[in-house]
């Protein structure tokens, strides 16, 4: 009789602990993670719509005689992306300008107020219209997120010439502006016409930050949550919140073909594991700007596997940087 409440005891108990560990219910994301499926992959099964072509390098403080203030590089003809200098601003940030058929968006006006951004911004404007047999098109003036290195152009834009819109830069403001009813979980969309992007909020590196998605290009644009540089966190308060935006961007990623992450600076050499300390003004042989889709995954693995207990990290491509644990200059 024992024995056979202890055989009806185990079989129980397998079958319980099979319910716990078969059926708990794991996110996408950790499915992601066990599976090892490539996000490029993922992208790969579909093309671009319209595909595009990053420079083999950008200014990068080589020559400040005869590098422009802002480089202008055309990713196609309707994708253009700014670098502002090096020798201007060590942040040297990357802006872009998206054109649809009816609106163009600009995603951030640079780290310098007295930088040509406008006149820039103008330039290319105008040189489209003119491709495109237009007299006019609205333009947007929106943010990454409010940082400093990524809104000092804002006041260039006012009462210009297109500018339609310049969104500030509280949270009530950007989520307003986008349509978010319940930020950031929700994920509304823009159509700057034929141009549709979607939009996820992605706080962690700033309460305000936004990840835009555009359909035409399959980019994703990340603004300072990831690129190839410091991804800074700003307070232990942040840290549960930079997780879950980089867990929902490799959910995304998994849902919808992502060509390239493409981020706000670039603060890594080319090699491996080779961040170039923050506030360099000269970045010799630097990473591309552009990261293949894994790179979510990575970061992704990296911050979850850390738990409760963040740290200063380095990892191939990019810097896990709780910046309130090892400040900013922090370089492995
Ligand atoms: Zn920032
Ligand atoms: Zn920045």
């Known amino acids: 009789m024992n024995v056979r409440l202890v055989l009806i005891g185990l079989f129980m108990g397998l079958v319980g602990l099979c319910a716990y560990s ?22 790969a099964q579909a093309s671009p719509l319209e595909p595009g ?21 055309a990713y196609n003809d309707n994708l253009f992306i700014l670098r502002q200098s090096k020798c201007d601003t060590f942040e040297a940030p990357f802006l872009f300008l998206l054109f649809g058929d009816q609106k163009a968006l600009l995603m951030d006006t640079g780290s310098k107020a007295s930088s040509p951004v406008y006149e820039t911004v103008n330039r290319v404007v105008r040189d489209w219209l ?19 290195d990524h809104v000092k152009g804002d006041s260039q834009f006012e009462g210009k010439p297109f500018v339609s819109t310049i969104v500030g830069l ?51 644009l990340t603004g300072d ?5 410091h991804l800074f966190v700003f307070a232990p308060e942040d840290w549960p919140v930079f997780q879950e935006s980089l867990r929902r ?3 995304f990623s998994a849902a919808n073909p992502v060509e390239w992450v493409v981020g706000c600076h670039i603060e890594m050499g080319a090699a491996p594991y080779s961040p170039f300390a923050y506030g360099t003004a000269y970045h010799p042989n630097e990473h591309s700007l552009e990261l293949k889709p894994d790179i979510l995954r990575d970061v992704y693995r990296a911050a979850r596997a850390m738990g409760d207990q963040p740290q200063c990290q380095i990892l191939a491509e990019c810097v896990i940087h709780p910046m309130y644990l090892c400040g900013p200059f922090w370089n492995g």
């Open 22 to 43: 078969c059926l708990a219910p794991r996110s996408a994301a950790d499915r992601l993670l066990a599976e090892g499926a490539s996000l490029h992959a993922l992208a």
């Open 53 to 73: 072509t990053f420079p083999a390098s950008w200014i990068h403080g080589a020559d400040c005689n005869n590098d422009p203030l802002i480089q202008v590089h």
């Open 130 to 148: 003119q491709t495109n047999n237009m007299s006019s098109i609205e333009l947007i003036v929106a943010h990454t997120h409010s940082h400093g």
């Open 170 to 220: 509280d949270l009530p403001s950007v989520t307003q502006f986008w349509g978010f009813t319940n930020f950031p979980v929700d994920q509304p969309t823009i159509d700057l016409g034929h141009r549709v992007i979607d939009v996820l909020g992605t706080p962690g590196h700033h309460p305000t930050s936004v990840t835009l998605y555009d359909r035409r290009t399959h980019l994703l």
């Open 225 to 229: 949550l990831v690129y190839p540089g």
């Open 249 to 251: 961007l490799v959910e």
